[in-house]
């Protein structure tokens, strides 16, 4: 099929990369603008314009780029997408809501793959959010769009279960790649009009919303469990202050008893110690080859892993060094 692609950090990707080496002609890509990153502020472009640039060169037929800054307000943009006479729209992160006008441009209309299991965790980050809820599972939808924001029926779609000590990079690889692989079975269907679409139910409907900058920062009074969901959810980019500088936390684990069975062996055994009462944030003990044990809201919580402002991420006796 002729496929116009929409999509903008690495989680699309792997779908950019499935249709591409799956024989379907991919007849421009849409991403966001080029955004200021890093140190020195350079202009840097979006994951997928990047890998879009490394596809022009294997591509036997040309596959422009638009980088719209919001494509609701660019009329001259919409015709030009329009001309390239796309069989579809393949929607995977994007970050823009697009109007009717562009949703029903293509003949077989527009197909988003979602990463949540709809209508739980509409939105901008439901990878996130089904982290920071505690979510026992999430999956992917694949589903027909709307103008509204993820309402459209479903398709096709499967589940996944979540780890206690997965972060959001390691669940974000697992759906983009389960993404890719349902946006694949599901084209034939839409070819073939063989397929019947189950409208969401109106109960469950939560609110994906984006995250913000205080939501990175650490509150010591929560309870240990809901500390770590918070860095796991927003790795890597969770923070505490330490003696004045900050402390990014990379990778915790609570030390809950109940959940002794989904921790690490070697820390499960933790969960049955006695452990003195400190005031939240202080430290309890540090742990050589584990790391340090912090005082929470409610149960321990070990840090097995952070980044202390100016020094490397690290983790066992290199995280203790640090933090002595």
């Not at 929409?6 to 421009?28: D, E, M």
């Not at 983009?176 to 109106?202: D, F, K, R, V």
């Not at 913000?212 to 918070?230: E, G, M, V």
């Not at 952070?306 to 006796?317: C, D, I, M, V």
């Amino acid at each position: 099929m002729r496929v116009l692609f929409w999509g903008t950090p690495a989680y699309a990707i792997p779908t950019l990369n499935a249709l591409f080496n799956g024989g379907h002609q991919i007849v421009g890509v849409v991403t966001q603008p080029d955004r200021r990153r890093g140190r020195g502020g350079a202009l840097q472009p979006s994951p997928v314009k990047a890998r879009a640039l490394q596809l022009q060169l294997q591509s036997s037929t040309p596959i422009p780029i638009f980088c719209p800054e919001r494509i609701r307000k660019e009329p001259q943009i919409q015709a030009d997408l329009a001309a390239l006479g796309a069989d579809l729209n393949v929607v995977v992160a994007f970050g823009q809501l697009l109007p009717a006008a562009v949703l029903d441009a293509p003949l077989f209309g527009s197909w988003n793959g979602h990463g949540s299991l709809l209508p739980r965790w509409r939105g901008a980050a439901p990878i996130q959010w089904c982290l920071l809820e505690g979510d026992s599972s999430t999956g992917v939808g694949i589903m027909a769009m709307e103008v509204g924001l993820d309402t459209g029926p479903v398709l096709i779609e499967r589940h996944l279960s979540i780890g206690l000590l997965e972060n959001a990079s390691q669940l974000g690889i697992r759906l983009s790649e389960l993404t890719a692989e349902l946006m694949l079975e599901a084209l034939p269907l839409i070819a073939n009009g063989n397929y019947q679409l189950q409208p969401q139910p109106a109960a469950g409907v939560c609110n994906a919303r984006m995250i913000n900058k205080a939501d990175y920062q650490i509150d010591w009074q929560q309870p240990a469990l809901q500390l770590h969901r918070q860095v796991m959810a927003l790795y890597p980019g969770v923070y505490t202050t330490w003696q004045g500088k900050r402390l990014k936390m990379l990778a915790t684990e609570p030390l809950v008893e109940r959940l002794s069975a989904e921790l690490s062996p070697e820390v499960a055994e933790l969960t049955k110690r006695q452990w003195p009462q400190e005031c939240p944030g202080e430290v309890i003990e540090r742990i050589p080859g584990l790391g340090v044990v912090f005082a929470t809201g409610g149960c321990p919580l070990l840090l097995r892993s952070g980044q202390l402002e100016g020094k490397s991420a690290a983790s066992g006796a290199n995280l203790l060094q640090q933090l002595n």
